[in-house]
């Protein structure tokens, strides 16, 4: 190929990050202070200690330094799987005979398929470190417990995982992945604690969701001694623990004096998305770009563009602190489609915050439309992406075709996530012409609002 940038840049592993990016310390205004739901009052330090890990308490109230050092342990382990590779679209580029560049960030070259191992191998680290036994978490689509129990495996600690009912029947080989690392996997809702049996007695027969899940994971890490609850999104020391992925982008783009005119990646939690736009993000809100940022969700659990922007309940069974954020209302109970992870009822607090004030767009799709962008990519491209990243796909190709409708060469940036390998059940009703859209009701949308509590909004 005769064009001047590679169709993949790697990175050596010397030019890895060192340091995360702690995009909050860029804001002009902070978020809102998660809230004590007994008191009103924002959570101190030391009860947010009795959920989380020490370490990641301290870096999710900090809010003035730029930049957090990357520790030996946790660089150590990076090395089996990163830098991940920046890939020019030039195949795709082709086929949709389009002056834009595109480019991508693959995330799905570990044997979590996913981003996910990014925020696992530091959370794992850090409970090591404070000398824990063991942590519990929740997964949607699987990638995240998959990750946790890898890096769970290699910092030796024990680990509990509730799984999304819905996907934990659809994904029965990401269960065996997870349990060939040595962790514990539980549909959920289950009867094995009071949320879980608190929501099945509501909800007979459902499917279950992430704040399902979550609830479910925290109960069980505070009746555990020396457990704590590890989360694979929405935090912000998780957004910054993932800061990797932008930071490798630019420091590759730069190598051809590339800028992004937008960057765009698939928002369930907001992790993935955060961690992308990251770098770029922390410049604009310096007045030294004006890249247009786009999250894209799924139209069946739209938090951002149908959601309220208030405080609610990190789960559904209303034990977790409160968070300022976009949300559905933690009683909102996702359809069973195959949005995968992208089933949370919320939204990261500093991208919801980033988003009320106007720095980014977010778009919401339907699935149907999400599996034709993703089969049309892997044809062309040579990688079957998983659902969730076939979210940021299906808007990428929409701006790469409004670019050969105007002329313009824009540059454009997304996140490839992670792979689709174990969503093939997905990938057949598609194919098969089984697959339908779920679009949840305003009566849907008001079973979810009316729980929205009224402390702090």
């Known amino acids: 190929m005769s064009a001047k940038i590679p169709y993949k840049t790697y990175l050596t592993e010397e030019e890895m990050p060192k340091t995360w990016l702690n995009l909050k310390a860029f804001m002009k205004e902070q978020h809102e202070p998660f809230l004590n739901p007994a008191t009103g009052k924002p959570c101190t330090a030391e009860e947010l200690e009795q959920v989380f890990c020490k370490e990641c308490v301290e870096q999710e109230l900090n809010c003035t330094d730029k930049e957090i050092e990357i520790p030996e342990g ?39 398929g996913s981003h996910k191992l990014n925020s696992a191998a530091a959370q794992a680290y850090y409970a090591k470190k404070q000398g824990l036994k063991s942590i519990t978490t929740e997964t949607g689509a699987g990638q995240w417990g998959t990750a946790l129990a890898m890096a769970a495996a290699f910092y030796g600690l024990d680990l509990k995982v509730f799984m999304v009912k819905t996907s934990y029947e659809q994904k029965p080989y990401r269960k065996e992945v997870i349990r060939t690392y040595g962790a514990d996997i539980i549909a959920s809702p289950s009867d094995t604690t009071e949320a879980g049996r608190k929501i099945l007695k ?28 590890v989360l694979g999104s929405v935090l912000d020391h998780v957004l910054m623990h993932q800061s990797i992925i932008g930071l490798e982008s630019k420091t590759a783009l730069d190598k051809y004096g590339v800028t992004p005119d937008m960057v765009i990646g ?27 940022f786009i999250g894209v969700e799924p139209a069946s659990c739209p938090s951002m563009s149908r959601g309220k922007y208030a405080y609610d309940f990190c789960d559904s069974a209303k034990i977790t602190p409160l968070a300022k954020m976009y949300t559905l209302g933690c009683e909102f109970m996702p359809s069973p489609d195959h949005a995968g992870g992208l089933r949370y009822h919320g939204m990261s607090p500093v991208l919801s915050k980033l988003y009320h004030d106007g720095y980014m767009e977010v778009r919401a799709v339907k699935q149907s439309e999400v599996f034709k962008a993703a089969e049309e990519f892997a044809r062309c491209e040579g990688i079957l992406p998983a659902p969730e990243s076939s979210h940021a796909i299906k808007v990428a190709m929409d701006e790469a075709i409004k670019c050969k409708e105007t002329g313009e060469k824009k540059v454009i940036l997304f996140g490839l996530t992670g792979t689709g390998y174990f969503d093939l059940a997905a990938y057949k009703q598609f194919n098969e012409g089984t697959m339908k859209d779920y679009i949840p009701t305003e009566k849907d949308l008001e079973r979810g609002f009316a729980s929205l509590p009224s402390v702090g909004n």
């Open 74 to 112: 946790i660089r150590n382990f990076y090395t089996n799987f990163r830098p991940s590779p920046l890939i020019r679209a030039y195949f795709l580029e082709k086929m949709l005979d389009t002056p834009a560049e595109i480019y991508y960030k693959f995330e799905g070259n570990n044997t979590s």
């Open 202 to 229: 509501e909800f007979p027969g459902t499917g279950g969701s992430l704040g399902c899940a979550i609830a479910e994971a925290v109960e069980t890490a505070i009746k555990t001694p020396d457990c704590r609850y």
């Open 266 to 292: 698939c928002m369930g939690g907001g992790s993935n998305y955060g961690g992308l736009i990251a770098p770029y993000m922390a410049e604009k809100l310096q007045g030294k770009n004006n890249i247009r």
